[in-house]
């Protein structure tokens, strides 16, 4: 047997437990990986309260989780190339990676180098490829100025640090709490609300050349407002704004694989990519953990434990 995430209904934390269920075996192409860590993400609450059930139906008893990184504990028949005993990062497409075990075919997981962290790893793929497909999306570049809304969050502090890594000034809403800390990342804190368009024009009087809204909160508008051009403004937080202005609105699912995993992985050891972990929880407490994270007062990432 083996310990899983799993709810029976849509609702909120109270609806989370973690139970026993019988260990899976890998198919043919498939891994299975003992997890040692998985991160939480927003899109995880907003699917278990029942707010995508258009898009992403649950099948109850339901799992939950996309992220974690562990060690190969079983290789399915044609599976190459990965070694029993890997320590390695991946992605599940089935919402079942807030385990002890997974299962996921060969092709979503990425060897974990050992200088990075099992949190660090944890956190790669939905945080980490729908940052990466945002900063794609407006074509951040050398030499350019780039906002990134709610750049203290989870996807915002990817995002700031990718987009300052080709070569872009970055500035970065946040509250003020958050201003030393993206200082530190070589990010310009602006306080976001009321007048933020103000306090942008002030800090880069040059002007913005792309906008990243992590956020939603009328973003897209002060981007707009700002004089960006919708071709260079993406946002993963505001549908609607999509619609109205014709601005992008790629994430996850544009920039997801693994191939970004071992990309972001690389940048981690080479120093130009930092991820701050906000807080580690027992894999007992996931419940608790979504509560901090509805809090949206959230440095970086929120990481589960499984030992």
Same mark, same amino acid.
């Given at each position: 047997?083996? &310990?899983?995430?799993?709810?029976?209904?849509?609702?909120?934390?109270?609806? +989370?437990?973690?139970?026993?269920?019988?260990?899976?075996?890998?198919?043919?192409?498939?891994?299975?990986?003992?997890?040692?860590?998985?991160?939480?993400?927003?899109? *995880?609450?907003? #699917?278990? &309260?029942? +707010?995508? /059930?258009? @898009?992403?139906?649950?099948?109850?008893?339901?799992?939950?989780?996309?992220?974690?990184? %562990?060690?190969?504990? $079983?290789?399915?028949?044609?599976?190459?190339?990965?070694?029993?005993?890997?320590?390695?990062?991946?992605?599940?497409?089935?919402?079942?990676?807030?385990?002890?075990?997974?299962?996921?075919?060969?092709?979503?997981? @990425?060897?974990?180098?050992?200088?990075?962290?099992?949190?660090?790893? !944890?956190?790669?793929?939905?945080?980490?490829?729908?940052?990466?497909?945002?900063?794609?999306? @407006?074509?951040? =570049?050398?030499?350019?100025?780039?906002?990134?809304?709610?750049?203290?969050?989870?996807?915002?502090?990817?995002?700031?640090? +990718?987009?300052?890594?080709?070569?872009?000034?970055?500035?970065?809403?946040?509250?003020?709490?958050?201003?030393?800390?993206?200082?530190?990342? *070589?990010?310009?804190?602006?306080?976001?609300? =009321?007048?933020?368009?103000?306090?942008?024009?002030?800090?880069?009087?040059?002007?913005? /050349?792309?906008?990243? /809204?992590?956020?939603?909160?009328?973003?897209? $508008? $002060?981007?707009?407002?700002?004089?960006?051009?919708? !071709?260079?403004?993406?946002?993963?937080?505001?549908? !609607?704004?999509?619609?109205?202005?014709?601005?992008?609105?790629?994430?996850?699912? $544009?920039?997801?694989?693994?191939?970004?995993?071992?990309?972001?992985?690389?940048?981690?050891? *080479? %120093? /130009?990519?930092?991820?701050?972990?906000?807080? #580690?929880?027992?894999?007992?407490?996931?419940?608790?953990?979504?509560?901090?994270?509805?809090?949206?007062?959230?440095?970086?990432?929120?990481?589960?434990?499984?030992?």
């Amino acid at each position: 047997m083996t &310990r899983a995430v799993r709810f029976e209904r849509y609702g909120g934390t109270e609806v +989370l437990r973690v139970v026993e269920v019988e260990r899976p075996e890998p198919g043919p192409g498939e891994v299975r990986v003992e997890v040692l860590a998985a991160s939480i993400n927003p899109g *995880e609450a907003a #699917i278990r &309260r029942g +707010l995508y /059930d258009a @898009v992403f139906p649950a099948t109850f008893p339901s799992g939950q989780g996309s992220d974690f990184a %562990g060690r190969v504990t $079983a290789r399915g028949a044609g599976v190459q190339g990965i070694g029993v005993g890997e320590e390695v990062i991946g992605f599940s497409d089935s919402r079942s990676a807030q385990a002890t075990d997974v299962v996921v075919p060969a092709t979503n997981v @990425v060897p974990k180098p050992a200088t990075v962290t099992w949190e660090e790893a !944890a956190t790669l793929y939905v945080a980490g490829t729908t940052a990466f497909a945002a900063v794609r999306a @407006v074509g951040a =570049d050398l030499g350019d100025v780039v906002v990134v809304a709610g750049a203290a969050g989870g996807v915002g502090v990817f995002a700031a640090q +990718l987009a300052r890594h080709a070569g872009a000034t970055v500035v970065g809403t946040a509250r003020d709490e958050d201003h030393d800390f993206l200082r530190g990342l *070589e990010i310009m804190p602006v306080t976001y609300g =009321d007048g933020v368009v103000e306090r942008i024009r002030a800090l880069v009087p040059e002007g913005v /050349d792309a906008f990243i /809204d992590t956020h939603g909160s009328g973003n897209v $508008a $002060a981007a707009i407002e700002l004089g960006v051009s919708p !071709a260079r403004i993406d946002t993963i937080a505001d549908f !609607a704004a999509v619609k109205r202005y014709g601005v992008k609105g790629e994430g996850n699912a $544009a920039g997801g694989g693994a191939r970004t995993l071992s990309e972001l992985a690389a940048l981690i050891v *080479e %120093g /130009d990519l930092r991820i701050p972990i906000d807080t #580690i929880y027992p894999f007992e407490r996931v419940a608790e953990a979504y509560d901090h994270l509805d809090t949206q007062h959230v440095r970086g990432k929120i990481v589960l434990r499984m030992e």
